[in-house]
């Protein structure tokens, strides 16, 4: 060529001149590692895995997470690891620098979470980004920062105690396109938290919390006891998850399976509470997958989803992590013996909830003639299980799933022999929930249909109102207190009727000139979001304190409170449950079907049936 450019020697720092496509040259480090952004940072949450990955590695036993603006502006990650030398800080921020791995033989049993030494480089391409770190031995800490494409500032002292922070502002903010792609705030906070959450089930020892826009979204200790463990399952997943979930623990032939196994009952419509580690590390796998789904597969209806937390430990030389850049997915040396090790275990723990099934099939079944008079009951007796989709079989179906649901079904179970004989209750026997939101259930005269969420109001009403009228209504404190920012006037508010807020179980503090901190809620109220109705209760108490009538405000917060009394996931009640709400109706319904609410349920007789069906033919 011309120009002599094939004299320019393999120097990656010389490569500038882009004015000859045909040739090759090395990319430039920053290019290098906007490519390598490509590859593993999509979004703030993946930034924060790295972070977070990152300071366990480095045996971090708390971990501070700060956001702000769903972690486009910042997400700041501070732990009390080992933190990095003065000296390696520069080198941290370069590609392929990494302390995890030296040698070609330490890629085969790789027990780190990271080892690519391409995290912290990426990142900083596409983001301002702050590292700040002070090992053990250090004074005080050295700070480097790096700037999209300039080179990293050399280190220089900043106050920091021993740990790592590592801060990154304005992602992707030299890569327009790239931003373009981020969804919402809110959206990319779901992400990120919910990245938080697998990787706070991923290691019970560490602490972590995690803050968005300065308000706590989650804390948890670190965990070693059982009940420690259940504790945060609890605060991850809400209260009513362990009601709902087996914990089983299975080892053979090297490999060992424990966790929490949800019950066939906890099944959802999303695949979204499906959790597996595999020594520790988030992981994909379709073998995993699909031997999960075989183990169940017979125990739900088509289009749920199990309910599952389980972590996988085998020997770190059986399986190879370095496949993918995101680290999700794994290769097993010998997969058939993880897959059927993991179906055949889990398979049968599932089935050793189910109770026993008699021979003549009297006892377990299900108490309803209609049950009774169907194929299914046949069919299951024939081949030992239920048809994958039995026909017209949901009304028979359910109660054998949640039989083996949990042991008050099982009690359930021998209380039906006796409701075999006995007269239907008022509102009948749950048969079925209908689309989410009503249930049908079986009377002595017709059937009643019922508002699954009406009546979870009613009753809540009904129950607040009667605990309300002797004395102040039970309230239960919050295991992680809610913040909430307001308006300054309601903030005024709150402190102005706290009396008449803890009357009615609600105990909410002043921390700020805008914003409350919720403490304590009704302890009937076990499934309300907090912060939707602290800001409803807060209306009304505002409408009152406008209209100058607070006589009549017992009245109003009661009927606020009891409408978020409603159970978000009603739509997945099992009949046992069901038939409970039937039964609290009763209790609290006992005047018939119409109220200043609206209908909450209705009855049609047989004969009414008969006549809308005849007309219509
Ligand atoms: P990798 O994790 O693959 O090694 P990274 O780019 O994520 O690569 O990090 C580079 C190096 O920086 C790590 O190998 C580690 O030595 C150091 N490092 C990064 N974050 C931390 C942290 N929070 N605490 C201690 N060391 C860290
Ligand atoms: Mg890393």
Known sequence: MANGQHDIPYNVGVMTDVGSPSRIRILLPHIANQIAAGEVIERPASVAKELLENSLDAAATQIDIAVEHGGVHLIRVRDNGAGIHRDDLLLALSRHATSKIALPEDLERVSTLGFRGEALPSIGSVSYLSLVSRTKEDETGWAVNAEGEKA????????????????????????PARRRFLRSEKTEFLHLHGLVKRIALSRFDVGISLHHDQRPVLNVRPAKSDEEKDRRLTSLFGAAFLGRARRIDYQAAGLRVWGWLGL?????????????????????????????????????????????????????????????????????????????????RLHQALSE??????ADGGESLPPWPVARASGAHARWAAHGRWPQNPPGALVQDR????????????ADASASRAAKQAPPPPLGRALAPLHGKYLIAETGLG?????????????????????YESGPVRSRPLLLPVGIVVAETMVDLAVEFASDLARVGLVVDRVGPDRLMVREIPALLVRANVE????????????????????ALPQSLLTTLAAHAHDELSG??????????????????????????????RELSLEALDALLRRRK
């Open 152 to 175: 990293p500032t050399a280190s220089e002292p900043r106050p920091h105690p021993p740990g790592t922070t590592v801060e990154v502002r304005d992602l992707f903010f030299n890569m």
């Open 264 to 344: 066939p009952a906890a099944a959802r419509s999303q695949t979204d509470m499906q959790y597996v580690y595999l020594n520790g590390r988030i992981i994909r796998d379709k073998r995993i997958n699909h031997a999960l789904r075989q183990a169940y597969d017979d125990l739900l209806y088509p289009g749920r989803h199990p309910v599952y937390v389980l972590y996988l430990e085998v020997d770190p030389s059986c399986v190879d992590v370095n496949v993918h850049p995101t680290k999700h997915e794994v290769r097993f040396r010998d997969p058939r013996t993880v897959h059927d090790f993991l179906y055949g």
């Open 353 to 358: 909830c189910s109770p026993p099934i008699s």
């Open 399 to 410: 109660p054998r799933h949640h039989s083996i649901a949990s042991e008050t079904v099982v």
């Open 447 to 467: 059937i009643t249909l019922v508002d699954i969420q009406a009546a979870q109001v009613r009753i809540a009403f009904a129950r607040l109102t009667a605990a």
């Open 532 to 551: 939707a109705l602290v800001r409803d209760v807060l209306a009304v108490t505002a409408d009152y304190s406008r209209d100058g009538n607070a006589n």
């Open 572 to 601: 997945h009640l099992d009949l046992a449950e069901l038939n409970a709400l039937l039964r609290d109706l009763e209790q609290v319904d006992a005047h018939g079907e119409e109220s200043h609410e609206g209908v909450v349920w």
